[in-house]
């Protein structure tokens, strides 16, 4: 590590949070990244795989997929909290039993996590990533009103409607709150958090490892506004 990167007086954990209907890739993805940026930082990073119940067995969305949580989510914890999408249809009448994305996404701001994620937020050591679906998790249970994310695509016009500033882009840092969009942008939010706290070094050799490339470009609130094209 160069003085521009030093590292960490104690290790940092990213906690990658597992609830109901989770989307497998939204976990997988970002956790395979992480684990192999952690092997390089020779234990300055750990990971884990959290649940706001505890340790168990957390059932995903997609055709019953288990991962098992090794511990509960500590939102005081320094480090980071990774928040996951859910896997389920897009189309359906909720009226009829449908348990399509929008039932889920609002079926997780009922649940127990919610107020742990939100004094996560809270925390100065604590910062928030989110893949997919799970910035608009976050949004539809009022956690990121007047904060600039994305999410999937078909879920930006929601996420706007929350009063998030929802901004078009692969991955948005907005500080201590940093979102990708899509499913398969857990790989390029898992990247640019060992880039953007450890180094690019330590990311390029995770790159190098996976032989994937970061996709897109990362917005942040600053420069100038572009003139019309």
Not at 25 to 33: F, W
Not at 48 to 63: F, N, Q, Y
Not at 104 to 110: K, S
């Amino acid at each position: 590590m160069d003085s521009m990167h030093p590292m960490p007086a104690r290790p940092l954990t990213a906690q990658i949070l597992l609830y109901d209907h989770f989307d497998p890739l939204d976990v997988i993805g970002p956790y395979e990244v992480l684990v192999a940026g952690a092997d390089a930082l020779a234990g300055a990073l750990k990971v884990e795989l959290v649940s706001a119940s505890g340790p168990g067995s957390v059932v995903s969305g997609t055709r019953g997929l288990t991962l098992n949580a090794t511990s509960t989510l500590d939102p005081e914890r320094p480090g980071y909290v990774v928040v996951p999408g859910v896997s389920g249809p897009v189309d359906g009448d909720p009226d009829a039993g449908a348990e399509t994305i929008p039932v889920l996404l609002a079926r997780f701001g009922e649940s127990d996590a919610v107020p742990l994620v939100q004094r996560a937020l809270d925390h100065p050591e604590v910062q928030v990533w989110t893949v997919c679906g799970g910035s608009l998790a976050l949004a539809m249970a009022g956690l990121l009103e007047g904060r600039h994310a994305v999410t999937h695509h078909l879920g930006m016009d929601v996420l706007d409607a929350t009063g998030a500033k929802a901004v078009h882009a692969r991955v948005v840092d907005d500080g201590d709150l940093v979102s990708g969009g899509g499913v398969t942008s857990g790989l390029d939010v898992a990247l640019y958090l060992l880039d953007r706290e450890y180094g690019p070094a330590i990311a390029r050799s995770v790159e190098e490892l996976f032989e994937y490339e970061r996709r897109g470009t990362v917005w942040q609130d600053r420069g100038p506004i572009p003139a019309p094209l």
